[in-house]
């Protein structure tokens, strides 16, 4: 176990309570006592009331046959706090369209539920990963709001980090 976090002292000792070391992981526990993972709490999306997991809404629109690749972050929202907004890269030969956009949205409804679905789906290019693979989900944030990128150096191709080319729509 680490002792202590770099010129951080105050956030490390926040992480224990009681003892326990609060590692930031959310989970939920069904009715038969069952642990189930929820996300990280610094990645949950919190709308209306429901912790959604963005892994969750991910791999449910992978399973569409013309997603690729997805990457879901929450958008800002006055009345919800946050809605679900899906990034989506296609498989080849397929075209990005408003008929598309709704079938996906249904596929996930079904799927997924409405308080969980995603309620704006934005056609990418290309999605920036992690030298592990995994999407960026922090730099779709800042590209959401228009904010810097932060650190991209543990991106696969740093030097290709910029926004998405998207087609833009919502439902």
Do not use: N
């Not at 056609?123 to 779709?140: A, D, E, I, N, P």
Request: hydrophobic residues 40%; proline residues 6%; aromatic residues 8%.
């Amino acid at each position: 176990m680490f002792r202590g976090h770099l010129h951080a002292t105050e956030q490390y000792e926040a992480s224990f309570a009681d003892g326990w070391y609060l590692t930031g992981d959310i989970v939920r526990r069904d009715a038969a006592g069952y642990f189930w993972f929820v996300g990280r709490g610094d990645d949950v999306i919190k709308s209306a009331g429901h912790l959604i997991s963005p892994f969750e809404v991910e791999s449910a629109l992978l399973e569409h046959p013309a997603v690729a690749e997805a990457g879901v972050i929450g958008r800002p929202d006055e009345t919800a706090g946050a809605i679900v907004k899906a990034y989506v890269s296609l498989r080849p030969g397929t075209e990005p369209d408003d008929a598309l956009r709704r079938e996906l949205l249904a596929f996930a409804r079904r799927k997924l539920g409405p308080a969980v679905a995603p309620r704006e789906i934005a056609f990418g290019q290309q999605l920036q990963h992690t030298r592990s693979g995994k999407v960026m989900r922090r730099l779709l944030c800042a590209w959401e709001g228009g904010l810097p990128e932060g650190d991209t150096s543990t991106l696969e191709a740093p030097e290709a980090a910029s926004a998405p080319k998207t087609a833009e729509g919502t439902s």
